[in-house]
């Protein structure tokens, strides 16, 4: 997968694997046991996470989430979405939520005080640094995207891996 050409921030992709979602989820549950220190996995029903081990975390370190589905041949549709450590997406939702809060705050003032005559200089100042700052949020988290490239390759490639077992 090649993320340096996708906008989204996360990345997303769907497999189609001639098996039953049973056999699927065994084939991780036997890897979870198995390969501890390879990577960390979570199962619960039909969803898997796939995280760095712990000596190999870092803040901008991918994880992977497949949710299993059945297709109407029997097999099984798994639906893959990289993404931050939970921690960090919160992080990033709360400031474009303050950036965004704050443009709406100040423009509706600039509004009313176009309306009254007063000057919107400092209104519209503050508008603008709040749009600047929202594109900086946003190239700062693909920068963490790309530090997590290789990560992600080793997340896909143990996925891939776990399947063909």
């Known amino acids: 997968m090649d993320a340096n050409n996708e906008i989204r921030l996360r990345l997303r992709f769907y497999k189609d694997v001639p098996e039953s ?33 712990e000596q190999k975390r870092e803040y901008w370190s991918p994880h992977l989430h497949l949710e299993l589905e059945t297709n109407e041949n029997k097999e099984t549709h798994i639906r893959g979405l990289f993404g931050p450590e939970p921690t960090l997406w919160t992080l990033f939702m709360f400031l474009h939520f303050m950036v965004a809060g704050i443009f709406i705050v100040f ?27 929202w594109f900086l949020i946003y190239f700062i988290a693909k920068q963490i995207r790309y530090k997590g490239n290789g990560q992600m390759n080793e997340l896909e490639a143990k996925f891939l891996e776990i399947l063909e077992s």
């Not at 991780?28 to 220190?37: A, G, I, L, S």
């Not at 176009?114 to 709040?130: A, G, N, Q």
């Open 21 to 53: 979602i049973e056999s699927v989820r065994q084939k991780f549950e036997k890897f979870k046991v198995n390969c501890t220190e390879d990577c960390h996995l979570k199962i619960k029903h039909n969803h898997i996470w796939m995280n760095m081990p």
């Open 107 to 133: 423009s509706a003032i600039a509004y009313s005080n176009y309306m009254l005559k007063i000057p919107t200089t400092f209104d519209l100042i503050v508008m603008l640094l709040m749009f600047i700052v």
